[in-house]
């Protein structure tokens, strides 16, 4: 197969009221992969009434765009000026390197941008990490909270479906939801395993179909989401204190006392260590047969989210149509990928499908049930 080694993904998360604008501004011609989901931010507040009537989420939207590697910072840089990123609770943008990348049809025009040039104020961070977590639907909003409590900038939660061990089991299947939700929070390094900890606690992700967890390293990322309402008497909220400190102390290294002060908290659980997520992004409607190829050659499940392809609108008859996409995620071994691609390639085939992409990116560390059994057993 002729894999391409030089592609990053870059996520965009914006508001949803002002995304089609931000990214009209910043890009003059989206590349063929670029994928658009929608999206809920996470909003905690300290009022005293938060309880009886919580904060609203916003609602945002999720670009997910497969960008050559020369063509990041020039993008990055469009986003963040047009997106005025500088002013707090905007948005984010983080890139995230690429192992391999497959087209099995044409893969698009090239990334090209409305700006030039670094915006003033806007630091990139390289030391972060994206933590995603596939958890039950009623489970995602606890598991947003508890990551905003130990630090994090607020959640992103995209609607999704499961797909793994439930569709073996006959009519057992109506007692497992396939309905899930996919959180996903970008923090410093240095606030990983708390972070991990937290949501793992809270979200039982250790226990028997409660979810799936991973983290995924960050090659460069500018983080600005709304996380907290405070109560208009505060001085200051934690984040802004917190970096605040950062800046004090010229970095985020004297974060590792908040780690002791926290613990690693699962010392006696079993981590999986050295997998990569293999996507699969294709057409609505045609990804079943992918899916199922993808179990049949030993994915233990997948997870599956919708949007549309950016840059596919026509007008027909006076309404504005863009091509409904999926995005299939499988979190596998590196000894596998190969076998896997092929067989999913081959059933895409099959059903005259070529507007198929796939990537692989580096998952150092994950955490889901494990039973006596073997991987392939799991579901998530």
Excluded at 319 to 331: F, P, Q, R, S
Excluded at 347 to 352: F, H, M, P, Q, V
Aim: a negative charge.
């Amino acid at each position: 197969m002729d894999y391409l080694d030089n592609y990053s993904l870059v996520t965009v998360i914006l508001p949803k009221e002002s995304a089609t604008d931000i990214l009209d501004k910043a890009i003059a011609n989206y590349p063929g992969p670029a994928v658009m989901l929608s999206a809920r931010g996470s909003i905690s507040s300290n009022k005293w009434y938060s309880k009886v009537f919580p904060p609203v989420n916003p609602e945002q939207q999720v670009m997910e765009l497969l960008v050559e590697d020369d063509k990041i910072t020039d993008l990055m840089n469009s986003i963040t000026l047009a997106g005025h990123f500088n002013t707090s609770g905007i948005g984010a943008v983080f890139a995230t390197k690429c192992g391999k990348a497959l087209y099995l049809g044409n893969k698009g025009a090239s990334v090209s941008t409305n700006a030039v040039g670094k915006p003033d104020g806007i630091e990139y961070k390289s030391e972060t990490t994206a933590i995603y977590c596939i958890a039950q639907k009623d489970k995602s909003e606890a598991i947003a909270n508890v990551a905003m409590k130990e630090g994090a900038p607020g959640p992103t939660v995209v609607f999704g479906q499961g797909r793994g061990i439930r569709d073996r089991m006959g009519l057992l299947r109506i007692a497992i939801s396939p309905e899930k939700e996919l959180i996903r929070v970008v923090v410093d390094n240095y606030d990983v395993e708390p972070v991990f900890n937290a949501m793992v606690k809270e979200g039982k992700l250790d226990t028997p179909g409660m979810g799936f967890i991973y983290t995924m390293p960050v090659d460069k990322a500018y983080v600005s989401l709304p996380s907290v309402i405070g109560a208009n008497d505060e001085l200051a909220s934690k984040h802004q204190i917190i970096k605040a400190i950062d800046d004090i102390k010229g970095g985020t290294a004297w974060r590792t006392l908040s780690s002791d002060t926290y613990g690693n908290g699962d010392t006696d659980k079993k981590h999986l260590s050295d997998l990569v997520r293999l996507s699969c992004v294709t057409e609505r409607g045609k990804g079943d047969e992918i899916v199922d190829a993808a179990i049949a050659a030993g994915a233990p499940g997948a997870s599956i989210a919708y949007g549309t392809k950016m840059g596919s609108e026509e007008n027909k008859g006076g309404i504005n149509l863009t091509k409904e996409m999926e995005v299939i995620e499988l979190t596998v071994s590196p000894k596998v990928v190969d076998d896997m691609v092929g067989k999913m390639s081959e059933a895409a085939k099959a059903n005259d499908n070529d507007d198929v992409y796939f990537y692989t990116q580096s998952v150092p560390k994950a955490l889901t049930y494990l039973a006596e059994t073997a991987m392939k057993e799991i579901s998530f």
